[in-house]
């Protein structure tokens, strides 16, 4: 093959430049895949807290109303009403869950002592010792 005239090839300015602006495209868009990665994880972490807690929440309200308030973590202490429940499925190895309820004033929701027929639910879940998220219920005696 015959080279036109004027034509000898690439010189080290060009392929450096060429270089220069890969590298100006490609690091924003690696540092927006990490980015992107990360925030996968923590909306993973706070779905699979929600899920948690949301069950929690469930298993409490269908259980029978216990008049003293009660205080259990899965896993770990068992709820008062339950000795065999003390750990959660395999799948949520990193997570615990920490379950209070507390008798309430219905007027004022300060807890009270003697028990009104109504208790605030406290649901709190942890991944790796970090607390992901905070819900709340009402629970009454009926």
């Known amino acids: 093959m ?3 005239s004027g034509q000898k ?9 060429a270089i220069v602006i890969l590298g100006m495209v490609a690091v924003p868009f690696l540092t927006s ?4 990665s990360r925030a996968i994880m923590v909306t993973d972490d706070k779905a699979t807290a929600e899920s948690l807690a949301r069950s929690e929440l469930e298993y409490v309200k269908d259980s029978p109303y ?5 205080s259990y973590s899965i ?4 709820p008062p009403w339950d000795p065999s429940r003390t750990a959660l499925d ?24 003697p028990d009104q027929h109504i208790q605030k639910i406290i649901v709190v879940v942890y991944h790796q010792n970090n607390s992901v998220l905070t819900m709340n219920t009402y629970k009454t005696d009926r």
């Open 2 to 4: 015959r080279l036109m």
């Open 9 to 17: 090839g690439q010189t080290l300015v060009e392929v450096l430049v």
């Open 33 to 36: 895949l990490s980015v992107s």
């Open 66 to 70: 216990n008049f003293t308030g009660f």
């Open 75 to 78: 896993p770990g202490t068992p």
């Open 90 to 113: 395999s799948c949520y190895a990193t997570y615990s869950v920490n379950v209070t309820g507390v008798p309430i004033d219905p007027n004022t929701s300060v807890p009270v002592s």
